[in-house]
């Protein structure tokens, strides 16, 4: 896809959720998806390889929590892949400290490369199993925005994400279609002190592709204990 053509694309879907791109980000965004595209062919990155639904199911998607993130705030994206939403938040948000953590160096290698092509700033990867990386006394409990796609079922997901958040922050689940896990997690959120504040369901611009994003307020310290050693969360929810 030629970069006139991606621009229009882009422009144009973020204008139906509210945002509007500068010349800047646009390129920047270009050269991610080349970037992502070529990195593909090495290692596994993304089954969606077709620009325009890189542009929809990859950007747009990570856009759509942008409003739940002040400029300035700290944020760490927990299994964040090839970087969504990271990412393209540190894009738009020049502002705010992200932090993208992963438990596979070669996408730790792919994302520090796209970090330093678009030269983006206030942005860092970290190589970690998250069950491991929340019980660092500098990191537990230091984010104000705790945020994650297509990771886990809810209940699993709370406990990686609540540890990391400060009380009164938020976890910010990002979710398709199904969202019956939500009364699955009700007993994750009592242990690990967090309360849903609101779930907004959308569809992403000119598609019939559903999104829900949870957003989860911290409310109380989580217990030591949690999240638990690699591997358990998953085996044994809350």
């Known amino acids: 896809m030629d970069f006139t053509i991606f621009s229009k694309e882009l422009k144009e879907k973020a204008k139906q959720i509210a945002i509007s791109l500068e010349e800047k980000q646009i390129e920047q965004f270009y050269e991610y998806m080349n970037l992502l595209l070529e990195w593909n062919e090495k290692i596994n ?24 993130i002040q400029e300035g705030q700290k944020v760490i994206d927990v299994g964040t892949g090839a970087g969504f939403p990271g990412i393209p938040l540190a894009i738009i948000k020049q502002n705010t400290e992200i932090t993208l953590l992963d438990s596979l160096h070669k996408r730790i290698l792919f994302l520090e490369e796209v970090i330093s092509s678009l030269k983006l700033k206030k942005i860092k990867t970290v190589h970690a199993r998250v069950e491991e990386f929340a019980k660092n006394k500098l ?23 609540l540890p990391l958040v400060k009380i009164g922050g938020y976890c910010i689940c990002m979710k398709g279609s199904n969202i019956e896990e939500i009364k699955e997690a009700e007993n994750a959120l009592t242990v690990l002190g967090g309360k849903i504040e609101k779930v907004e369901n959308m569809l992403l611009p000119n598609s019939d592709i559903q999104r829900h994003i949870i957003l989860v307020k911290k409310e109380k310290e989580s217990p030591a204990k949690y999240p638990r050693k690699p591997g358990t969360p998953s085996k044994e929810p809350i």
């Open 45 to 68: 990155l993304t089954s969606i390889t077709e620009p325009k639904e890189v542009i929809l199911k990859h950007f747009i998607d990570s856009f759509t929590i942008q409003k739940y």
């Open 139 to 161: 990191e537990r409990e230091s984010y104000d925005i705790a945020t994650s796609r297509a990771v886990a079922p809810l209940n699993v997901l709370l406990e990686y994400l």
